[in-house]
């Protein structure tokens, strides 16, 4: 059964930084591309990042040189780090796995200005 997990949500302050975590289980992990998704209120799910499994990545341009994919193979974990905060982040970010269209639960993310 696969399961992902996402953490670190909450409510920031615009100019902040958060960390994401999704740890994955059921999957070969190190096979398999991950993304991260964000699905802002009243909008489409929309990709933010994704990562290969030889760790390239790529970013929807609003968070290049803010946001930053990375993953561990070793934990199973892919992680998103988000710095430079903007009120227009908040939204429900989920984590994603490419082969078998899996999905998390997501995690909230509020930025105040």
């Known amino acids: 059964q696969v399961q992902l997990v996402e953490s670190g949500g909450g409510l920031m302050q615009a100019g902040g930084s958060v960390r994401l975590s999704c740890a994955a289980s059921?999957?070969?992990?190190?096979?398999?591309?991950m993304g991260w998704y964000h699905q802002a209120p009243g909008q489409q799910r929309e990709l933010v990042a994704m990562?290969?499994?030889?760790?390239?990545?790529t970013y929807k341009d609003s968070v290049k040189g803010r946001f930053t994919i990375s993953r561990d193979n070793a934990k199973n974990t892919v992680y998103l780090q988000m710095n430079n905060l903007k009120p227009e982040d908040t939204g429900v970010y989920f984590c994603?796995?490419?082969?078998?269209?899996?999905w998390g639960q997501g995690t909230q993310v509020t930025v105040s200005s």
């Open positions: 059921g999957i070969s992990f190190r096979t398999n591309n």
């Open positions: 990562v290969n499994i030889l760790g390239a990545t």
């Open positions: 994603y796995v490419y082969a078998g269209n899996y």
